[in-house]
């Protein structure tokens, strides 16, 4: 028997079932709805304050097998001719680290494949505080092809964008900045990540970039309680 909202029924299906699911979908029905009315009151956020400065970063070639080539880009040549819009993330890396943090490398596992379409929109770079061949190697170790790769290590931009604590360790960091006639201006971070978690809810602030866990969502397991990303898996 078809449900509410459409007319498609599942081999074997049940009446519960049925009517179980439609309860489920009215609740997804209003998610979508949520979610894009809290996407349409980001885009009207007013500019933030002014970059700072114009930060210098390093940067190495195209080809990341080439640990030499490296140069230095300041912030605002980070933006191409006709895209205003550049989003940074931050992830965490410390120079004497051995290995940058697994849940922002799982992050930016993803990330790699969405990047030359979302470059094709909007401005993307990746920063991090380690050396820029570190970053490199790492990045070649995980097939990061498409990730525009940054070291802030000679500047300040992660502790002036709170992607960086009062003690030097690392912390993940979505900036969106905007760059204007009058200059570039800061926009937009994903501030859920320096808010108290309401109780049962996780930390996590970017999930809407991170396609893994909206997988695990759908599957009766869900995101599990203690199971986090791994570099690799047995």
């Known amino acids: ?35 894009q009315a809290v996407a349409a009151l980001r885009r009207k956020l007013p500019l933030g304050g002014k970059l700072k400065e114009d930060y210098l970063f390093e940067e190495g070639g195209a080809d990341l097998r080439d640990q030499k080539k490296a140069h230095r880009i300041s912030f ?28 922002c490398t799982s992050l930016l596992d993803s990330l790699n494949g969405a990047a030359p379409h979302v470059r094709d929109r909007v401005n993307l770079v990746v920063v991090a505080k380690a050396p820029i061949q570190k970053i490199r190697r790492w990045a070649k170790s995980r097939r990061w092809q498409n990730l525009r790769l940054l070291s802030s290590g000679a500047n300040t931009y992660n502790s002036d964008y709170f992607a960086e604590a009062p003690n030097g360790s690392q912390m993940p960091a979505l900036n969106v900045f905007r760059k204007t006639k009058g200059g570039i201006y800061h926009w937009y ?21 991170w396609p893994m866990w ?21």
């Not at 971070?189 to 970039?209: C, S, V, W």
């Open 1 to 35: 028997m078809p449900g509410k909202f459409h007319d498609k029924t599942f081999p074997g299906e049940s009446r519960k079932y049925r009517a179980v699911r439609d309860h489920l979908l009215a609740e997804e029905v209003k998610l979508r709805r949520q979610l």
């Open 76 to 103: 605002s040549k980070l933006f191409e001719k006709g895209k205003g819009s550049l989003i940074v993330y931050s992830f965490m890396y410390s120079p004497d680290a051995k290995t940058p943090c697994p849940m």
């Open 189 to 209: 971070n994903a501030e859920l990540f320096y808010t108290t978690p309401e109780k049962g809810q996780h930390p996590r602030h970017l999930d809407m970039i």
């Open 214 to 234: 909206n997988l695990f969502d759908f599957t009766p397991e869900g995101r599990g309680e203690n199971w986090y990303p791994k570099f690799s898996y047995d």
